[in-house]
Antibody, heavy 119, light 105 residues
Framework: EVQLVESGGGLVQPGGSLRLPCVASGFTFSTHWMGWVRQAPGKGLEWVANIKYDGSDKYYVESVKGRFTISRDNAKNSLYLHMNGLRVEDTAVYYC?????????????WGQGTVVTVS | DIQMTQSPSSLSASVGDRVTITCRASQSVGSYLNWYQQKPGKAPKLLIYAASTLQSGVPSRFSGGGSGTDFTLTISSLEAEDFATYYCQQAYSISFGGGTKVEIK
């Protein structure tokens, strides 16, 4: 079964840090671009960051540049989001998502999400 | 940045109704447009990619159209399981529309 499982969420004070891991299974992780998408309480979806299959290219939404870092370890089938300088407005459910190889732009597999609360 | 505007933001419909949701991009995204369905407390699910291609396993009552800046998602005959929030996503530089909540009339 193709699966993504996030963890690492929790309550953190403004200015604090968190690392969100996402473990993939059921597919060849090293051939897919991967990304993080977040959803603030009662709000819509917001793309946060994504990373090329080999880790050589990384992209971020403007609001997290310089504070968040996306990374991956293909040997461990794992994706990470390192979050520093957290702000109240970063409070959200954070989803790990796989980008399709058919059309790289589409997120075709999603994790269940992990909740980050900054307060 | 490319802004995505969905309309309406919400709608009420009955089982069996035909429903159309519109998504407009602030500049052309070609056919790089995807649609997702999200139910409360759940992760989004990919419905349509490249503007009009149905993702595997998605019922054929869903269809997508458009190119450039104007796109549509149509549900030909609404079923009870379709009541959810729908999002468009431009894949040119990745951003989502604000969502359309489809509620039961």
């Amino acid at each position: 079964e193709v699966q993504l499982v996030e963890s690492g969420g929790g309550l953190v004070q403004p200015g604090g840090s968190l690392r969100l891991p996402c473990v993939a299974s059921g597919f060849t992780f090293s051939t897919h671009w991967m990304g993080w998408v977040r959803q603030a309480p009662g709000k819509g979806l917001e793309w946060v960051a994504n990373i090329k299959y080999d880790g050589s290219d990384k992209y971020y939404v403007e609001s997290v540049k310089g504070r968040f870092t996306i990374s991956r370890d293909n040997a461990k089938n794992s994706l990470y989001l390192h979050m520093n300088g957290l702000r109240v407005e970063d409070t959200a459910v954070y989803y790990c998502a796989r980008q399709s190889t058919v059309t790289r732009s589409a997120f075709d597999v999603w994790g269940q999400g992990t909740v980050v609360t900054v307060s | 940045d490319i802004q995505m505007t969905q309309s309406p933001s919400s709608l009420s419909a009955s089982v069996g109704d035909r429903v159309t949701i519109t998504c407009r991009a602030s500049q052309s995204v070609g056919s790089y447009l995807n649609w997702y369905q999200q139910k409360p407390g759940k992760a989004p699910k990919l419905l349509i990619y490249a503007a009009s291609t149905l993702q595997s396993g998605v019922p054929s009552r869903f269809s997508g159209g458009g190119s450039g800046t104007d796109f549509t998602l149509t549900i030909s005959s609404l079923e009870a399981e379709d009541f959810a929030t729908y999002y468009c996503q431009q894949a040119y530089s990745i951003s989502f529309g604000g969502g359309t909540k489809v509620e039961i009339k």
